[in-house]
């Protein structure tokens, strides 16, 4: 059964925690700081990474660990590990393979906690980002590459901005210049786009969107693929190819294989730095990879209905959603998301800033919140709330207009989703 290769919809239900007899059919919540042996060399063996097992939360935990691999499995990855959230997956992500001096690329159109955690305060820590344009060519942004880069990143589909990435042009750029590619795949998820296959090398997500679905818990997850050579470019990853003195002088790359960079982000920096999930979030998070498949799929057929009623309203200025044919990134996302595009649409509505508030007030069921990727439908509009500080010009820059709209479309039933959303519209 383990030989076969189980499809994504089998994976979320069954992947993971694999009871042996007896045991708990649903994965256990292990609320426990700590784990018991017998003696004091079996703990001496762990301390130095001789031996494989649990010893202390703040490390790994087997709840965490068993959701970690259902995630794994799903992209189709070698390792990988839960972080406390979205935030501390890009960090830790990063931080595995930059230190102070170092310097990385990313696209510009990131979610904007990620923008601000790599523009000002990873800057603060001495590592530096240029950000390129991620559809300009490929020798455009290869420009943005130095002798001390470290790595390429980018989103899949881009929070807000929906841009869609070209992973395999990302990844060429990366290889050719003998860096890894990290890829944030928080809204496609593994069911809508698997970038490893596409070349990426490390994905991360924020589990708290679409993997938990339900809003119930910040949560964040990074994968490793496995096929980076580190060895290759050894004097580039001294941190994963060179002996370890808070471990005795282990080499990562050379001692882990396949599972160094995940060895060193969790014996390292989890064990310093300390960012780990509850295993009462994990085991939520869990319930709701389980639904993964069938909700990813009802978002963005959802999605793809809400964005079609909307393009053709006249009272919709414009719309952004790369499931519709005259969308900037529709063959992009044809390539990458043929499953769908998720539930995510920004659109605008004739007559500006006072328009738009009406019609989102006038909503009945989609309700405002700061929030995307829930089962309940949601809205929120940017400019009067989460870019409310940033002044006209900023707001232009960010791509921030005062009519935009962003909608998260839920798993509700789209007969009544587009019957609240019609009558907001009549009524202005
Ligand atoms: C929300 C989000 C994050 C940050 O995740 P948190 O879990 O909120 O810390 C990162 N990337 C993307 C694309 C997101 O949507």
């Not at 004091?40 to 790994?60: C, N, P, V």
């Not at 990134?329 to 328009?355: H, T």
Request: glycine letters at 8%; charged letters at 20%.
């Amino acid at each position: 059964m383990s030989e076969k290769k189980l499809k994504p919809g089998t994976i979320c239900v069954q992947g993971g925690w694999k009871p042996k007899k007896g045991e708990s059919r649903v994965l256990p919540i292990i609320q426990s700081t700590t784990f018991k042996y017998d003696t004091i060399e079996q703990m001496g063996d762990l301390f130095d990474l001789k031996a494989a097992g649990y010893f202390y939360t703040r490390l790994q935990n087997p709840t965490n660990d068993s959701v970690a691999a259902k995630i794994t499995e799903l992209e189709g990855g070698a390792a990988g590990m839960l972080t406390s959230s979205g935030q501390a997956a890009s960090f830790f992500a990063i931080f595995n393979l930059c230190s102070a001096g170092d310097h990385f690329v990313s696209a510009s159109t990131i979610y904007g906690g990620t923008y601000n955690l790599f523009a000002v305060t990873m800057k603060k820590m001495g590592i530096d980002v240029t950000f390129v344009d991620q559809d300009a060519d490929e020798d455009e942004i290869a420009k943005a590459i130095q002798p001390n880069t470290k790595l390429l990143f980018g989103e899949t589909l881009a929070n807000p901005a929906l841009a869609v990435l070209d992973i395999e042009k990302f990844a060429r750029i990366a290889h050719s210049n003998g860096i890894p590619l990290i890829i944030d795949n928080t809204f496609p998820t593994p069911v809508n786009c698997r970038p490893f296959e596409w070349g990426a090398d490390i994905v991360i997500h924020s589990t708290t969107k679409y993997m938990d679905g339900h809003a119930t818990s910040v949560g964040g997850c990074i994968v490793d693929s496995g096929n980076f050579d580190w060895d290759k470019y050894a004097e580039k990853f001294p941190g994963l190819t060179t002996p370890d003195d808070s471990y005795h002088g282990v080499v990562y790359s050379s001692t882990f294989g396949k599972g160094a960079y995940i060895t060193k982000a969790t014996v390292q920096l989890m064990r310093d730095l300390g960012a780990i999930q509850a295993p009462q979030n994990a085991f939520l998070t869990n319930i709701g990879l389980e639904t993964l498949d069938l909700r990813v799929k009802k978002h963005s057929s959802n999605g793809q209905a809400v964005a079609e009623f909307l393009s053709k309203h006249d009272k919709v200025e414009w719309i952004v959603y790369p499931g519709l044919k005259d969308d900037k990134y529709y063959d992009l996302a044809q390539k990458y998301l043929p499953n769908g595009s998720s539930g995510v649409i920004s659109f605008g509505i004739k007559g500006g800033e006072e328009k738009c508030k009406q019609f989102i007030n006038n909503l009945e069921f989609v309700a405002v919140v700061t929030h995307v990727a829930d089962a309940r439908s949601s809205v929120l509009h940017p400019a009067s709330t989460t870019h409310r500080q940033l002044n006209a010009e900023q707001l232009k820059e960010a791509g921030v207009t005062p009519e935009l709209v962003r909608l998260s479309v839920g798993i509700e039933d789209i007969e009544d989703i587009l019957a609240d959303i019609e009558q907001a519209l009549e009524k202005i």
